[in-house]
């Protein structure tokens, strides 16, 4: 009997030991290491939604922009457009307009772009993180470098994806701006003061 509880008791700790060494937590993502480590596991897993809390703050206001100027686009469009410009330019932008959330931006143009296949490539262990006030280097086993800068909160987020989401805000913001010119070009053909044919050129994301 004693043997057996020996056993038991032996199996146990090698257990514990196990969980400990295999489940070991992410270090705080108050580091870069940690905001890295975070954004690795959510490509393994392939929910890349969850990268979103990792971006920096510009990245982040970006996808909501991106988000909101495509659904305000999409009311002009469906009010004031006529077939088949209507249904054509709305297949266009109701992906992004539609989506609950900046973190659904940022997966819908991540795939779309390639970025995960990127990332999939390149992520690897983390063998040094270099460290220079709120900016951060993160550098992999595989030589490559990601920077992230120390947002507000503390999080560290990831600057890749930066400037491709601020250009597409702002296209996003231009196309609204032509779609609503447009408009009111189809309104006042229905009213009778035009040949219904908006004067001002289609956003040029649909080129």
Same mark, same amino acid.
């Given at each position: 009997?004693?043997?057996?509880?020996?056993?038991?008791?032996?199996? !146990?700790?090698?257990?514990?030991?196990?969980?400990?060494? /295999?489940h070991?937590?992410f270090?705080?993502? +108050?580091?870069?290491?940690?905001?890295?480590m975070?954004?690795a596991? =959510?490509?393994?897993?392939?929910?890349?939604?969850?990268? /979103?809390?990792? !971006?920096?703050?510009?990245?982040?206001?970006a996808?909501?922009?991106?988000?909101?100027?495509?659904?305000?686009?999409?009311?002009?469009?469906?009010?004031?457009?006529?077939?088949?410009? @209507? =249904?054509?330019m #709305?297949?266009?932008?109701?992906?992004?307009?539609?989506?609950?959330?900046?973190?659904?931006?940022?997966? #819908? #143009?991540?795939?779309? +772009?390639g970025?995960i296949?990127?990332? @999939?490539?390149?992520?690897?262990?983390?063998? +040094?993180?270099?460290?220079?006030?709120?900016?951060? =280097?993160?550098?992999?086993?595989?030589?490559?470098?990601?920077? /992230?800068? @120390?947002r507000?909160?503390?999080?560290?987020?990831?600057?890749? /994806?930066?400037?491709? !989401?601020m250009?597409?805000?702002? +296209?996003?913001? @231009?196309?609204l701006?032509?779609?609503?010119?447009?408009?009111?070009?189809?309104?006042?053909?229905r009213?009778?003061? =035009?040949?219904?044919?908006?004067?001002?050129?289609?956003?040029?994301? !649909?080129?």
């Open positions: 009997m004693r043997k057996k509880v020996a056993l038991g008791v032996a199996l !146990l700790v090698v257990g514990v030991l196990a969980m400990v060494l /295999f070991r937590p270090p705080s993502d +108050r580091t870069p290491e940690g905001a890295y975070r954004i596991h =959510s490509v393994s897993e392939n929910q890349i939604a969850l990268i /979103f809390p990792y !971006l920096e703050t510009d990245a982040q206001w996808s909501y922009t991106i988000r909101d100027m495509r659904a305000k686009a999409c009311v002009r469009i469906q009010a004031n457009y006529p077939e088949p410009e @209507r =249904s054509r #709305l297949a266009a932008y109701e992906p992004e307009a539609n989506v609950p959330d900046g973190s659904d931006v940022f997966a #819908l #143009l991540a795939h779309q +772009r970025w296949g990127r990332l @999939r490539k390149d992520l690897s262990g983390v063998i +040094r993180v270099e460290v220079d006030g709120d900016r951060a =280097s993160v550098v992999t086993a595989r030589g490559t470098r990601y920077p /992230f800068r @120390r507000d909160n503390g999080i560290w987020g990831i600057t890749i /994806f930066t400037a491709d !989401l250009a597409e805000a702002e +296209r996003a913001s @231009r196309d701006a032509v779609i609503t010119s447009a408009a009111e070009d189809y309104d006042r053909g009213d009778g003061g =035009s040949d219904g044919n908006p004067t001002r050129d289609h956003p040029g994301s !649909l080129n």
